[in-house]
């Protein structure tokens, strides 16, 4: 090479080209080492709801929407009368200022209690499986219950003025310990009488067996 042109500069020998198959060290990976998990490997999940899982593969039944109706119904019909009655109050002793917001308050309480009917039917949920009957629900603090078979003394289906209107039904599971009984509101009433008499032939079945 000619000096006038100079030290060239310097050049990195290029890397060889991977061979097809080749594998390469890679770090190692795991909590704090910011590389991805082992392939084949599933990563953790962490959810608190996996207690709450059916199991089986069973799907969970949900409960119908009548059932957020119906108490959003419910709580309207109970504000009628308080709110009348505390509205008459405030405007007698208060302003009619005090009087707008006692309705503002109640209408506000109606709304709220209304959209966590609807929360609480969403968490609500039961599935049959072999042996037992789990249900589970609750917004703030979910639950779940397991109510074997064969420790059931009976079922009874219960309704109220509103629920037989709008054509819903109570299911309750009887047991001899009050803290394992089980609810299933807001069924349509077709639904909660199947399901009483399927619980009431395995509650049968169950009881003969042991």
Known sequence: MNASHGT?????????????GAAYPSTPSGPGRGGPPPVGVPAPVYRADQAFAPGD???????????????????ALWAVP??????????????????VLWGVAVVLTVVLMGAVAELDRRSFGYAERANDLI????VFVKRLIVVPYGRMQFVDVTAGLLERWMGIATVRMHTAAAATDATIPGLPSAEAASLRDRLAQKGDERSMGL
Do not use: I, Y
């Open 135 to 138: 249900v589970t629900h609750g």
């Open 82 to 99: 308080v709110g009348g009655v505390g509205g008459f109050l405030v405007w007698t002793n208060g302003t009619p200022v005090a009087t």
């Open 57 to 75: 593969d069973l799907p969970w039944s949900p409960l119908s929407k009548r059932h957020s109706l119906h108490r959003l119904l419910s709580a």
């Open 8 to 20: 060239p500069p310097f050049e990195p020998a290029a890397h060889p080209p991977a061979q097809q």
